[in-house]
């Protein structure tokens, strides 16, 4: 901005130009966004104490550690604590003070990033979110988080919604960026039909009456893979479930992609057949969308993971979470049998008559 003065006989004069930045407000509580779109921040005053709060976002969902690297007004490098799914750092600084930081967080599934190519600011004792006015508040209360269900689901999702200052006018129900519903009177909620097998984050966004809007904690669900397919199971994180069959003593392997690494075009098996020991590893064939692998193996207990290939994004295996299989069972789920009733049959073999009368 700039100011003219202007006198009587029409000569002007311009003062320097001052630079001012106008924020939109931030509506679902952080202060901004990176530009990397990895996270959102935000910085607040309370008693003397500065909290940042770093909160990733959908590319980097499971990240297990974040670095707040403040540059001005003087250098720091501390840890965050984990808080839910956020991390948060605080320490004391005085009002008015000007601070430049940025973070340094992991990219799951492996390396990390920073935004020192973006820094952040903050002035301590201020309102970095530009909203003179309460913003919503929005949770989801159904389903918990790491809630399992078995494919085709029915999930029917609850949240809480209220605005202390306002109304609240819809809330919006996501699985990722996929839209479920939206619900416009209290109680909110979505029914979420047909769901297939896959691991899942859903989140609730309410809109006040000021079209200001808040995106509830991040709920993730497993979705298992229906059992009527003779799957042994589907993993904690949703990339596949898997089953093992024998026939004689020559056992099949088969990994079942789900949602998470459609598209994988490597997998490992390794197995390891005795109490104790390594487990060797095996390459699988692709069968479809499948991988397969047969192996002569004597009868016992296995112990036996993956290794997989993740697309676009390296590769995962299942190492932390072992399965195990008995050679010669069948791992489905069993059908319940009970004898209802049975007949007798009379032969005139002597042994058998004999065996009989023993009884």
Known sequence: MTAKA????????????????????????????????????????????????????????????????????????????????????????????????YFTYNTPPAGERNSSASRHTYTVG????????SVPTVAIVSPVNDASYTEPASITINANAADIDGTVTSVRFY???????????????????????????????ATNDRVYTTISSLVKVLVNISNAGGFCGTIANGDYSYRVKSVGDQVTFTLHLLTPIAGSNNALRYIRETPSGGYPGYEMTAVGADFRFTKTIAPGNLSIYFTYAVPARGERNSSATLHSYTTGTFCKASLPVT?????????TNRRSCHSMDNY
Not at 126 to 133: A, E, K, P, R, S
Not at 196 to 203: K, L, M, R, V
Not at 341 to 346: C, I, K, S
């Open 339 to 347: 004898l209802s009733g049975f007949q007798g049959l009379f032969t």
């Open 6 to 101: 202007i006198d009587n006989t029409a000569l002007t004069t311009t003062g320097a130009a001052v630079n001012i930045t106008v924020n939109a407000p931030h509506f679902n509580g952080f202060c901004g966004t990176a530009a990397s779109g990895n996270y959102e921040y935000s910085a607040s005053t309370a008693n003397g104490i500065v909290t940042f709060r770093f909160h990733p976002l959908m590319p980097i969902i499971g990240s297990n550690s974040a670095i707040i690297n403040i540059s001005a007004p003087s250098n720091i490098n501390a840890g965050m604590t984990r808080s839910g799914t956020d991390f948060v750092y605080s320490l004391p600084f005085e009002n008015g003070t000007n601070v430049t930081f």
């Open 175 to 205: 699985n990722g960026a996929t839209l479920l519903g939206t619900d416009d009177t209290s109680p909110y909620l979505a029914n979420w039909t047909g769901a297939t097998a896959g691991s899942y984050t859903i989140s609730a966004w």
């Open 126 to 133: 201020t309102n970095c979110l530009g909203v003179t006015t």
